[in-house]
């Protein structure tokens, strides 16, 4: 099972008319919400700084762009930047993940001093204005945390990563994180070989939270698998193919900012086909579908 690039991918490139987003945009969030798509994407420009910009589309392919961040840093903590959103409606309410980068500095509301990079929250209600509410862990090298789309037990569900895996943690109001645990390893010898996280947010089906995760090897080959958790407990993994979903082959892909990179952050489902929107090689946005239910006994059936 693959992944089939979108013809017009890349979808989104560097604009070299605003400074901050001149020289890459990748690893975006897609949201579909009354009828459009929202687009928040990692910008850089000529600071080297990233930037959370914004674009809205009514077909996925072909966006509009708001000429300013909607996000930026404003905390010594993430004064080199704010890197990677990933956002998820819930409640009524948007949600977006995103990873501070920083030179360390006093946490909101925690108090405690950062070291480098963190992963935070932040809430929006319109999907342009966000306030910040928090890290889920501050003090380690954790990133690609994203928000469940659903309570599990009456709790908030995070992904996060600890070297060299994929974990979770839980919530009862989005600002104290706990039960931590570990639920998928690298598999030494094959394409995630290394390390792996998340990408999107799950996707909730009746047979279980259906993900799309990246990993790399010794090589350092960034590329897309899926893997399916169990709906009640999510720490608990039902199924994992050997086999990616999506691997650079395209120009763009391999070469660029970082080089042979996809990196999946986005996976909203339209008219039944997953849009997977990724960062090609940290440079530009790519967008590949797939249809859900084949994609989704692919992976109960390879799992």
Known sequence: MKFRRHPASPVLKPNPFNDWEALNVFNPSVVVHDGLFHMHYRAQGTDYVSRIGYAV???GVTWNRLQRPVLEPQEEFEARGVEDPRVTELDGRFYMAYTAYGRGGAHPEVGQTATGITPMYAVSDNLITWERIGPVVVGEDNKDHALFPAKVGGRYVTFHRRPPSIWLAFST???SWGDHAEIMRPRPGNWD??????GGP???????WLIVYHGYDESHVYK???ALLDLEDPRKVLKRPKEPVLEPQETWEMKGDV???VFGTANPVVDGQVYLYYGGADRVIGLA???LQELLEWTIAEG
């Open 259 to 261: 080089p042979n990179v």
């Open 173 to 175: 109001d989005m600002r």
């Open 193 to 198: 070989g290394k390390r792996i996280g998340a």
């Open 57 to 59: 589309s009514t077909d």
């Open 202 to 208: 799950p996707i909730r089906t009746d047979a279980g």
């Open 289 to 291: 579908t797939a249809p």
């Open 224 to 226: 897309m698998g899926t």
